[in-house]
C-alpha cells in the first residue's frame, strides 16, 4: 500500500520550497557590489554586441 500524505502539509512544503528558491535568486541579483553589478553588466552588453554582429541579414 501507498504512504498517507497529508496534503496541507505538502502544500505548505511546497510553499517553502517556491520560497526558499526565490529568495536564493534574490540574493544572488542583489547581493552583489557595485563593481560586480558593473563588470556583469558590461561581460552582458559584450555578449550582446557580439551576438547582434553574428546576426544574418534577411534576404
Not at 14 to 20: D, L, N, P, Q, Y
Request: hydrophobic share 35%.
Amino acid at each position: 500500500m501507498s504512504e498517507i500524505v497529508n496534503l496541507r502539509i505538502a502544500r505548505k512544503r511546497k510553499a517553502r520550497a517556491e520560497r526558499e528558491s526565490e529568495a536564493a535568486a534574490n540574493r544572488a541579483k542583489h547581493g552583489l557590489g557595485k563593481a560586480e553589478r558593473a563588470r556583469q553588466e558590461k561581460e552582458a552588453a559584450t555578449f550582446r554586441a557580439i551576438l547582434d554582429g553574428a546576426k544574418r541579414e534577411k534576404p
